[in-house]
């Protein structure tokens, strides 16, 4: 289920899904295959990866395509800092963390060709900074590949609603069905986008 804006000409390009159906893993993927057909390709942006302790999941890190990581948010902490950091579900978020991170990521510079953002969620949105940072991308006509969740009860985040509603932005509802699809989908806009950047 693709919506889009005119066809092949969408800048923005959104995957969606339900919670662990493969939408970190599909962007992941998406630039490995851009990285051997492009390899002097400039790509800025950050992933968000699950951390675990055996079978539990205890929080979230950002690792940055440059190979920074750091933390997200977690159950595991509490300092004297973290009562006062936001939480979502039973997760506390380091937005400081967060922002240390993903910001100098989202910063447009000449010569870059496509931003990864991996993922406009509730968390990443703590940030105060965090979707202005994202709109500037967006206006600045440089490919954009992002995550955002699906609404949650039928209800949008604020944020997020806004950039799935933007003129420009394409969105990839994703399924275990069609995963592979998808990403063959995705890429080939990024690369068409690209000849034309």
């Known amino acids: 289920m693709v919506m889009a804006a005119a066809p092949g000409s969408s800048k923005c390009l959104l995957v969606t899904g339900p919670p662990g159906v493969g939408k970190t893993t599909l962007i992941t993927r998406v630039l490995e295959a851009l990285r051997t057909s492009h390899p002097h390709l400039t790509v800025q942006g950050f992933y968000t990866r699950e951390v675990r302790e055996g079978a539990d999941r205890v929080g979230f890190e950002v690792v940055t395509l440059d190979g920074r990581r750091g933390l997200l948010a977690s159950t595991k902490i509490s300092s004297t800092e973290s009562f006062r950091w936001p939480t979502v579900g039973k997760y506390k978020v380091d937005v ?15 010569g870059i060709d496509l931003f990864i953002v991996d993922e406009v969620g509730k968390m990443e949105l703590y940030s105060s900074s965090f979707f202005p940072a994202v709109l500037r991308v967006l206006d600045s006509n440089i490919p954009f590949l992002a995550t955002i969740p699906i609404p949650k009860f039928g209800r949008d985040i604020p944020g997020v609603a806004r950039l799935r509603n933007h003129p ?15 990403k063959d989908t995705i890429y080939s806009q990024i690369v068409n986008l690209l000849q034309n950047h």
């Not at 932005?169 to 998808?182: H, I, Q, S, W």
């Open 168 to 182: 420009g932005a394409t969105v990839f509802t994703l399924n275990p069905g069609n995963r592979d699809a998808m």
């Open 96 to 110: 400081a963390s967060f922002e240390s991170l993903a910001l100098p990521q989202l910063q447009i510079k000449e």
